[in-house]
């Protein structure tokens, strides 16, 4: 079993490397994982730097101390896999980011695609943004991740145009699409740019507009998936191709 991972905003540790984790994470440390002297951690801050260390003693139930000898920094993984995808309803977002953060998903992009029945707007929008950004931390954690993905804001198809216009490979999972995802050609490097549409699919015009961009549609397989798991069935098979699983 793996050192389970604990989120800090820093890794200054006192004389000796002596690291007081309190607060949530610390409380979760004692309290529900009932860390003992002598067991592995690993601290990050999720956006790459980590530390392996050691529990010393807790104190109370809510802090863990530590012995911290130095910090390490993971470098961004090659090519870097950018999944945009479109709002399903209910709590299906969550799954998505959850999976998607699972597989190794470096960033996420949440769409507001034409057929979407899911809309954010004003405090609606921002709170589900904070549950797909919450989601993407909790789930980094739990699949030992030191880099969690990014949650971007929610984009409009005239934004997600623009990334993939940028893209080293940009693709949109469409039934229309000639060419299976599992044979095409992908870049060493770079950015991967793959976009999911809602579960009414991509609408014609979009579609359009993204092939204008430079993106060619794909069909991921016989079967149709829904869009809380279409995205993550994708990512695997590019980072299976890609090396990055290898």
């Known amino acids: 079993m793996t050192a389970p991972v604990f989120v800090v905003e820093h890794f200054d540790a006192g ?3 002596r690291y007081v984790l309190d607060g949530p994470e610390g409380r979760h440390a004692v309290s529900v994982k009932r860390l003992r002297a002598g067991e592995d951690v690993v601290l990050t801050d999720g956006s790459g730097r980590w530390a392996d260390c050691v529990v010393l003693d807790t104190e109370g139930k809510d802090r863990l101390i530590l012995q911290l000898d130095s910090v390490h920094e993971e470098p961004a993984e090659e090519p870097r896999v950018t999944v945009v995808q479109a709002l399903p309803k209910g709590d299906r977002g969550e799954l998505a980011v959850e999976t998607m953060t699972e597989v ?68 949109v999972l469409h039934e229309s699409g000639d060419t299976p995802l599992a044979t095409a050609e992908l870049p060493a490097t770079g950015e991967i740019v793959l976009v999911v549409g809602p579960e009414g699919g991509v609408a014609p015009e979009e579609l359009a507009q993204f092939e204008e961009a430079g993106a060619q549609a794909y069909r991921l397989g016989r079967s149709v998936l829904r869009t809380s798991t279409a995205g993550t069935a994708a990512a695997a098979v590019l980072l299976a191709r890609t090396g990055r699983w290898s």
């Open 104 to 171: 190794g998903v470096d960033a996420i992009v949440p769409w507001a695609a034409a057929r979407c029945i899911t809309q954010w707007k004003g405090d609606r929008g921002a709170k589900a943004l904070g549950k797909w950004r919450a989601t993407a931390r909790e789930a980094g954690k739990q699949s030992r991740r030191v880099r969690f993905p990014e949650v971007a804001e929610a984009a409009t198809t005239k934004q997600v145009g623009s990334l993939l216009a940028g893209a080293d490979f940009a693709a």
């Open 15 to 17: 004389g000796g490397g």
